[in-house]
């Protein structure tokens, strides 16, 4: 795998890798929101390019799967420089090297792959069910608790995770009385989490069965530092991955707005 | 003769190693009880015997050992555990004397009876636990495999691992602390290794509390007297069991699990630093007196191999 990522031809330590892999990853766990909420399937390669959805159906009063369809899966990617002299400045002062690049382009790959997963589960999204007023206790439970009943209506079950804006769980979690917090209300019945999402509008709240039969994500890639090459004495290295949202059953998601 | 002495101290190691462990093991069975914390004083008091013994092997220029005997298997009532432990400190107190018998470096002699000193009290204190503990019943796993309760497999399977580990790195850390002529890197070496023997209690404790056995094993050990091959390998360790706590997190569901291997985890990313800093000192030391770069044969000439993000679920 390293061959075709190129980075053993990167002239700078295993040590100084290390670090940016770390970054890569802290930065990834702490940003990105779908995984949180879906199960992943994979990774499976950078090789693979296409995922296979299944749909399902009664035959001989058994259900079966029926042929699939095939998606293609997405590289979305972002790149970053370091410069020549600041590696120099690393070796040479305890100054370090500052790896904030490094973060950026990686926050760049992970609001590429929230998009994709939020807006993928929102176009496919039944409804509008009411919102309400999340400033008003007792009324954002009930929101929830509704979207719970049409998605259990339509055969959705546990878990279900919520998406919102990071206002509307503010809003939410600064709701308290006579001891009882709203969150706390709200997470009781909502299993797979309450998920801030910096893009969410703050109009509307995703309501989705998380469970891995009605949708989840499938990595090709996981996110990976490759190797571009250098520009002049400077080092240019790529961020990216390969991805793709399955729907199994679009009746799993309900937007309430 | 220095090597028939050395000889003698690891026989005497070994034994102490397998005191520590049998001793930890039905002090974890019995649960948070009195009888239980002094137990654990007495498992204490022969990690100290086990580290004079150490320092007195590399004194007069040998090795210790990390290997112990088999342990009592916790398949009897607790005061008969409390006999066998007596039993086995009768083993030690009839070895050192041998031992005493057959060794004339006044030195090592002085060292020899002052553990006797001690393997006699503790002999005492095990004999009055029997007594102490005479009428109950048989370990909490036999109850809980009567019964069904205990931990799910995969719970269980994932804590030993984390036990596993932990014991493993104990006797790595010790011995490479023992080996390390320079005070500092030793004494943070050995502070590491404490740290990872408050991992094992904990994860062990884990597992007696939900009626299942702690398999006190260990992996494949690096034993060297190399500094830098050492710290190499402890990175290494690390670095591995890092990733393999993170992997496992999502599985567990109970919170304050979640927050203990979460806790011992951050430990472990804590040390990869402290070795790191070490291996950078060493190797620039090294460099220094040999006047030519270290030759890093053992390293990876390559990048990492890049970690895996994967899922972030957590269900719980």
Known sequence: ?257 | MSEAIIALLREDMKGEHQAIVQYLRHAYALGETPEAAEIEAIAREEMRHFHWLADAIVELGGDPTMERPPVDELQDAPSVQMLKDADLEQHGIDQYRDHIERIDDPKIRRLLSRILHDELVHKGEFAKFAEELDGQPAPAQAEGEATGQGPSARLAEILNQGVRHEYSVVLQYLYHAFMTPDKEPAEEIEDIAINEMQHLGWLAEELFEKGADAKFEHGELVLSDDLIRNLKADIAIEREVTEDYSEQLPELDEEGLVALVERIRDHEIDHTTVFQYLLDEAKEKRSTETAEPPKDDDEPKGPPKPPSIGSLVSRG
């Open chain 1, 1 to 257: 795998m390293s061959d075709y990522l190129l980075r053993e031809d990167a002239p700078i330590s295993p040590e100084t890798w290390a670090k940016i892999d770390e970054m890569v990853v802290t930065v990834a766990r702490k940003n990105l929101v779908g995984r949180k909420v879906l199960e992943i399937a994979g990774p499976l390669g950078w090789g693979v390019g296409q995922a296979p959805i299944f749909g399902f159906g009664l035959s001989d009063d058994a259900w079966v799967a029926e042929a699939p369809q095939y998606t293609d899966l997405k590289e979305i990617a972002a790149e970053f420089t370091l410069k020549a002299q600041h590696l120099a400045m690393a070796e040479q002062t305890p100054y370090g090297l500052d790896l904030g690049a490094v973060a950026m382009a990686t926050l760049k790959v992970t609001a590429e792959e929230d998009g994709i997963v939020v807006d993928g589960l929102k176009s496919k999204a039944k409804g509008p069910m009411p919102l309400g007023d999340w400033t008003v206790m007792g009324e954002p439970f009930a929101a929830v608790a509704q979207g719970i009943a049409r998605l259990r209506k339509a055969g959705i079950d546990e878990p279900y995770a919520l998406i919102l804006s990071p206002l509307k769980y503010a809003q939410l979690a600064s709701l308290m009385q006579h001891g009882r917090r709203e969150l706390a209300m709200v997470e009781s019945v909502v299993k797979g989490g309450v998920h801030p999402y910096v893009a969410m509008p703050d109009d509307q709240v995703l309501l989705v069965g998380a469970a891995s039969w009605n949708a989840d994500i499938v990595l090709g890639q996981d996110i990976v530092t490759a190797y571009l090459g250098n520009e002049g004495l400077d080092h240019r290295f790529r961020v990216f991955e390969t991805l793709v949202l399955r729907v199994k059953r679009p009746e799993c998601v309900c937007v309430l707005a």
